[in-house]
């Protein structure tokens, strides 16, 4: 700890330290930069895979400097309460009747709210502390808000006039925030506390410093360039921004909002954008005005005008606090002098150009020349910004929706026709979190985003012998690039890769224009795309910048508010709602013995059990822990699982593995034997830190062909393909997962009875695929068969412990597929299988990197 030289000041001596690589016991890595850890650089290393990469960092070299210790929001009012001798429920009179305010407040309206509280059963046996709106609303009041909502009106004169000559006047209303108090609330939030950066640092993969990091807006270079320019004893809070305009009802209503949301790169961008966390706060509505006070040959220009005259208010606050600074007291309750830059504005294509003030035809970001956006190329009053490169690309609307499908997709269902590509959608093999287009997609008419990166997962496969290898190596590298730009977590390794799949994708274009399909790639979404290594390289990965994020926060922020509200005067009641629902969902914690919570946020099902393997000797990609039901749904013999699972060399792979487990052991398994089998297991995947720093779970489903039930439909079989380590006892975990792994059939997941032997975790009888020989460099993927024997599969069976993962194949077409492949067939049938390196992007990273 930094030495005190009182009760209240602290003073922080900063020292760089030369990066070691010396722990034998390395700490879990942490998104957070403390005090603490300013003094020095922290080396902290993650378990021995070749993708969860040791991280070496260098803090930024800052003077010492003295801070004082201060009080947050929170604990004041914590300590009034205390004084006042109030519970923790306060100002509620329990937690049933908080749990009954917050299911009023954020799902019923203002006008069902009171009638609720007049019914007889409500008075008689809830026995609430209010008794009506009003009531309510004064308890609502007591709880701690944010900063105070403004409406102030603008009167637009237009330049159509009245029928006394008049010109015609429209009064509009701009509600917002002060954004420099929101962003005391966000740095100050003792939620935040383990989850906040202060100073910028530069991370490495190595201790040469040659394979550079990039995740947290901290690690990525303009926070380092801006805090080069700050004053001895001054902190910068990057401002990112984000709006965007939504409609707030779906039947028929035309009705809008356009909210505008803050939040801070000091912040872990996984805290950040999860709703429930609430890193992101409201800050405005701007007016969605029509202004029929102006002609329509002005009109748009002057609803551009009104935006900028609307944010510019908004933003105002900020102008003042870049320049000077303010000293608000932090989530560590410290006080810092904090400086409030804007650093990042996220926004759609359209509002992308409002911001920049161009055309919507040219790129927000350079002055590119419109002929030459197809080519491979080489707020003027807030201070410390440039406007142009704050904006950051839009993963969703540029590449999901955009450049793949608006664009690569439809020039694709021209070269090979929409029947043929149906087709091979149609016989796609399916697989647990993986959709079946099992119309194909000619037919879908509502796309999301959720479908577009779908399609991304099979898309190469699909088009894998139906076209030539130019446009298939377009494909590929377009592909390619959209799941490089997902990466949570860059390094100069990977931003190569994705600056070499943008030059495959330029160099091959031009056979689009021979097929006559394209005159010119003059896109300004395809332009776009060239400023993605410069953001990352900027402002940290793309993950903690995409329009996805605000889109969500929509349902909290405008939807659910204006559900809440009368419908009349809407506004005001939505900025009164958000006022006090952080408060009112921060609620205190439980019992530290109730039952845990997944990262989705549902405590897990009852019916299944969570079981830890610890083992020493255990590969860290292996199952830290698997889930499977407590009871198993079957039990069966062994002629059942030869027909019903197609487990027909059960018993002899069942010998082998009893051999291999207990040589002296001479019980022999017969067909008269019964086993407890399972529907499907769920395995943890070790963290991956190209994506993220938590642990993901991979399930593996093995279920035989379910008749017509009643009103249940007939379900065919369904059995997964997994990446197996055949022998744990030769595996490596620092070398490459993909040398390693064979690709396996899961047929049947069960339990050794007892009789035979003690098996601590459950086995799997297994198919085997060929092993990983074969890359083919153009689909970038491996090629791979049926691995038999004089025509019969091998077979084994294995301990989960050596199943890594799920993976999907994909059958390895000719120039038209085969009409009598179908999804339940296509395994069994296609000679040759490709295995699908986009799959995830897990899988993808393993494959590529």
Not at 172 to 178: A, G, V
Not at 788 to 805: C, D, K, P
Request: charged share 25%; aromatic share 10%.
């Amino acid at each position: 700890m930094p030495a005190s030289t009182s009760d209240n000041d602290w003073t922080m001596d900063v020292d760089l330290v030369a990066m070691t690589h010396d722990t034998p016991m390395p700490e879990p890595w942490r998104c957070n930069m403390t005090v603490e850890d300013v003094l020095g650089n922290k080396h902290t290393e993650f378990p021995n895979d070749s993708h969860n990469f040791e991280r070496f960092v260098k803090s930024f070299p800052i003077e010492p400097c003295r801070l004082k210790k201060g009080t947050t929001q929170f604990e004041q009012w914590q300590a009034d309460n205390l004084r006042e001798g109030q519970d923790e429920w306060y100002p509620f009179a329990s937690e049933a009747e908080w749990e009954t305010v917050h299911w009023l407040v954020t799902n019923v309206g203002q006008s069902a709210v009171e009638e609720y509280l007049k019914l007889d059963i409500t008075k008689s046996r809830s026995k609430l502390s209010f008794s009506s709106r009003y009531k309510l609303n004064k308890k609502l009041n007591k709880l701690p808000t944010g900063s105070d909502w403004e409406c102030e009106p603008i009167t637009v004169k237009g330049d159509r006039v009245d029928r006394h000559g008049k010109p015609l006047t429209e009064e509009i209303e701009l509600w917002h925030r002060n954004p420099v108090k929101c962003i005391h609330e966000l740095i100050g939030n003792p939620a935040f506390k383990d989850h906040l950066a202060y100073l910028p640092e530069h991370v490495f993969g190595n201790i040469e410093e040659t394979n550079r990091l990039y995740d947290e807006m901290w690690t990525a270079e303009w926070w380092w360039k801006i805090q080069e320019s700050m004053p001895r004893g001054a902190f910068v809070a990057p401002v990112i921004l984000a709006s965007d305009k939504t409609q707030l009802s779906n039947f028929g209503s035309d009705k809008s909002a356009w909210p505008v949301y803050l939040t801070i790169g000091n912040l872990s961008k996984e805290i950040r954008w999860r709703p429930s966390c609430h890193g992101t706060v409201l800050i405005g509505y701007l007016p969605v005005a029509k202004l029929q006070c102006f002609s329509k040959s002005v009109r748009s220009l002057e609803i551009y005008w009104l935006f900028h005259k609307c944010m510019s208010k908004l933003v105002n606050p900020l102008v003042a606090a870049g320049k000077q600074g303010v000293e608000m007291t932090c989530a560590d309750s410290l006080i810092w002098k904090i400086f409030p830059i804007l650093a990042v504005y996220i926004a759609d294509y359209p509002e992308q150009c409002l911001v920049a003030c161009c055309k919507e035809n040219q790129c927000p970001r350079c002055v590119v020349p419109p002929e030459e956006r197809g080519e491979l190329l080489e707020t003027r009053h807030l201070p410390h910004t440039n406007i142009f490169t704050s904006i950051t690309p839009d993963i969703l609307h540029q590449l999901h929706k955009g450049v793949f499908k608006d664009h690569l997709v439809k020039w694709c269902t021209t070269v090979i026709g929409a029947d043929e590509l149906d087709a091979r959608f149609n016989a796609m093999p399916d697989a647990h979190g993986l959709r079946h287009f099992k119309k194909g997609i000619s037919g879908v008419s509502q796309w999301t985003g959720k479908e577009h990166k779908e399609m991304q997962k099979v898309f190469v496969g699909v088009m894998a012998g139906a076209v030539n290898n130019k446009v298939l190596t377009v494909v590929r590298a377009l592909v390619d690039f959209i799941y490089y730009a997902q990466f949570q977590s860059h390094t100069t390794t990977s931003l190569n890769s994705l600056r070499v799949s943008l030059e495959l994708f330029h160099k091959h274009k031009d056979i689009f224009v021979d097929l006559e399909i394209r005159e010119h790639f003059n896109i300004p979404k395809l332009h776009a795309i060239q400023h993605y290594i410069d953001s990352i390289k900027e402002l940290g990965s793309l993950n903690g910048y995409n329009t996805e994020s605000p889109e969500r926060l929509h349902i909290d922020f405008a939807k659910e508010a204006y559900r809440a509200s009368n419908r009349h005067n809407f506004l005001v009641q939505m900025a009164w709602v958000h006022n006090c629902l952080p408060s009112l969902l921060a609620k205190p914690p439980k019992d530290p013995d109730s039952k845990p919570v997944t990262k989705q946020g549902t405590t897990e099902d009852e019916d299944e059990q969570t079981l830890t393997q610890p083992s020493p000797s255990t590969p860290s990609l292996t199952p830290a822990f698997y889930r499977i039901a407590k009871v198993a749904p079957f039990r069966r013999m062994v002629a059942e699982l030869e027909t019903l699972h197609g487990a027909i060399d059960f018993v002899p792979a069942l010998s082998t593995f009893l051999k291999q487990l207990n040589p002296k052991s001479r019980i022999e398994p017969s067909c008269y034997d019964r086993f407890n089998v399972y529907k499907k297991l769920a395995i943890s995947i070790a963290p991956n830190r190209f994506l993220s720093s938590e642990s993901r779970t991979s399930q593996l489903w093995a279920t035989c062909a379910q008749p017509h039930e009643g009103c249940k439909k007939p379900m065919p079989a369904h059995f997964d393909t997994a990446l197996v380590i055949e022998d744990l006892g030769v595996y490596k975990a620092k070398e490459c997962l993909m040398e390693q792994v064979r690709v396996a059939q899961i047929r049947v997941i069960f339990l050794l009875p007892p009789q035979f032997s003690s098996h601590p975790t459950p086995l799997a009888y297994v198919e085997w695929f060929t092993l990983l020989r074969h890359f083919d460099t153009t689909t970038g993927m491996y090629i791979i068969q049926q691995s038999t024997h004089a025509h019969h599969h091998n077979t084994s069976i294995v301990s989960i412990e050596q199943l890594v993962r799920s993976c999907h194949l994909m059958a390895k077409c000719n120039t038209k597929i085969d009409p009598d492949w179908m999804s339940d067939n296509v395994l069994d049938n296609a000679p040759f299988l490709y295995l699908n390196s986009h799959f995830d992007i897990g899988l993808f990273s393993h494959i590529k990197m």
